[in-house]
């Protein structure tokens, strides 16, 4: 049983371009909302996290943007860049446990 | 430098080994976990622990053990009752608490190939 489900699985941008991950989950204990970006061959890194009594979070190009009553969180990278092409999770908190999406991988196109 | 370490980098394995994989954290976080990735796919929890001399089952624990003995290590053992040991290993560690903001640090990872 998937606790976050993440969508879609692959995304291509035109540099410049808004790349758009989106999640859903169903455990409202989740308490906390981080997203990673992964690049091959190594561990994923924090990117931006939000807390479920805000609406959205801003830092730089990367933002979030949570719906609690659907549920739903998603992460947009304003002006993707080619560096920005790696995978990136969500994830949700439940205490001390983390639930991870499958991952959506990004190509930013030059 | 605080960080998480992981070693080694990639570990090959012979069928009916079974092998350690370290993970040593300065950063004085209370909890620590192993994840598994495979290609393509997301992170699978395998063990965690979030006080030293105890530790629990994840998603995916069979064919694996753990030892948290001091609150800076947490090794993982890949026993040769893993049918398929071949992935990307992740150990993480996070802060405890319900109240916390921090999220979990990962380390570099070791891949591990059954030859």
């Known amino acids: 049983q998937q606790q976050v489900k993440q969508s879609p699985q692959s995304l291509i941008v035109q540099k410049g371009g808004i790349s758009i991950i989106n999640c859903a989950y169903e455990n409202t204990a989740f308490d906390y909302f981080p997203w990673y970006q992964q690049f091959p061959g190594k561990g994923p890194a924090l990117l931006i996290a939000i807390r479920p009594d805000v609406s959205e979070k801003k830092e730089g190009r990367f933002t979030i943007s949570f719906n609690k009553s659907a549920k739903q969180f998603s992460l947009h990278i304003m002006d993707s860049q080619p560096g920005d092409s790696a995978t990136y999770f969500c994830a949700g908190r439940d205490f001390n446990k983390f639930y991870f999406g499958s991952g959506t991988k990004l190509n930013v196109k030059p | 430098d605080g960080g998480i370490t992981q070693s080694p980098k990639y570990l090959f394995r012979k069928e009916g080994q079974n092998v350690t994989l370290s993970c040593e954290q300065n950063?004085?976080?209370?909890?620590m976990y192993w994840y598994r990735q495979d290609p393509g796919q997301g992170l699978r929890l395998i063990y965690y622990s979030q006080i030293v001399n105890d530790f629990q089952k994840g998603d995916i624990a069979e064919g694996y053990s753990v030892s948290r003995e001091k609150k800076e290590s947490f090794p993982l053992t890949v026993t040769s009752a893993q049918k398929n040991p071949t992935a990307f290993y992740l150990c993480?560690?996070?802060?405890?608490?319900?109240?916390?903001?921090?999220?979990?640090?990962f380390g570099p990872g070791t891949r591990l190939t059954v030859l």
């Open positions: 993480a560690s996070s802060p405890l608490g319900p109240s916390s903001t921090d999220t979990q640090y």
């Open positions: 950063l004085n976080h209370d909890a």
